[in-house]
């Protein structure tokens, strides 16, 4: 019971601002092409990351492996979606991960870093035992949270 | 009873070789039957020597890193080697938390990761001519899964 209202929420105004909004069957139609296109794109990211603002909150969903390889891309854009919508508090969603090695350590440190100065908080969730052992040995636990759900994590930061 | 069997592979330091590296170590891997716990740690410990000589090994070039896997009896062993700058200080570099590329956001945690997740670990290196390391990982307990199977005939036998 995840809200994806917010998902692609800049690709989403952007295409708006070009004044293609149209009613009736051609509006669905133009619902239809944006859903296409958001899938699309989420496809096309680090493999299939996906990003969901909600007010000062930052979900992001990862996806596939997080390695050296695929940090960079994920960095580019969570620093990107951080600096435009004043994100205060962050949340890995991990439950489409099941691999992830000293690299992922590196990007939530690094996430950890930008927000920790204005109070933000970084939270972890739906984490598999291999990826809970990693945040485990490196000792992450001492300043993020780990919680179940991506729900149960947004109502302890908000 | 002297089970063996090799493999080498060679590869360009590109970033996108770290998932192909550790997914065929993986796949050699699975035939001493590991749990999947263990193939997490091996596939961990893979991608953190790779990604040093990706990163490290060679800072703003492509080279080749030379992969080499030998399985004997219940035993893996994972060499890798790069052709690349070496380390001067071993110890110092195996430090946690020391990293020399802390712009990239590394962690500094990728030997505690390899010596953690493996049973063995010995780095091998000489300034401007490459860095080996190697990695020992005993997988899967041969008699343990004998005794298993021994019990889910006798479960069978009973049932029938």
């Known amino acids: 019971m995840r809200s994806h209202k917010c998902l692609f929420l800049s690709h989403r105004s952007a295409l708006y601002d070009e004044g293609n909004v149209s009613q009736g069957k051609e509006g669905m139609k133009y619902m239809q092409d944006l859903k296409n296109q958001g899938r699309k794109n989420a496809r096309a990211g680090e493999e299939g990351t996906t990003y969901e603002v909600l007010k000062r909150c930052l979900i992001i969903h990862l996806n596939g492996e997080l390695d050296h390889h695929n940090a960079i891309g994920i960095r580019e854009k969570a620093d990107k979606l951080i600096e435009r919508n004043h994100i205060k508090h962050i949340v890995f969603d991990f439950s489409g991960t099941n691999f992830m090695d000293s690299a992922g350590i590196g990007v939530i440190m690094g996430r950890y870093k930008k927000v920790i100065f204005i109070g933000g908080k970084i939270a972890v969730t739906n984490l598999n035992s291999t990826v809970d052992r990693i945040f485990r040995l490196s000792g992450l636990y001492k300043i993020i949270e780990k919680h179940d759900t991506v729900e149960a994590a947004l109502n302890h930061l908000q | ?160």
């Open chain 2, 1 to 160: 009873m002297n089970d063996t069997n090799e493999m080498l592979l060679e590869f360009e330091s590109k970033s996108q070789n770290e998932s192909f590296a550790r997914t065929v170590v993986a796949a050699f891997a699975a035939q001493l039957d590991p749990t999947i716990e263990e193939l997490a740690d091996i596939k961990t410990a893979v991608s953190e020597a790779v990604t040093n000589s990706i990163i490290h090994g060679y800072v703003d070039c492509i080279g080749k890193i030379r992969m080499k896997c030998v399985l004997c009896n219940n035993e893996l062993t994972v060499e890798i080697q790069d052709f690349g700058v070496g380390i001067d200080n071993i110890p110092e570099a195996m430090e946690p938390l020391y990293t020399t590329r802390p712009e990239l956001e590394r962690s500094g945690m990728g030997f505690s990761f390899m010596e953690a997740f493996m049973d063995q670990l010995e780095v091998q290196s000489t300034v401007g001519e490459g860095t080996v390391v190697r990695m020992k990982k005993r997988v899967g307990k041969p008699d343990k899964i004998k005794d298993d199977t021994q019990q889910t005939k006798q479960q069978h036998l009973v049932h029938d």
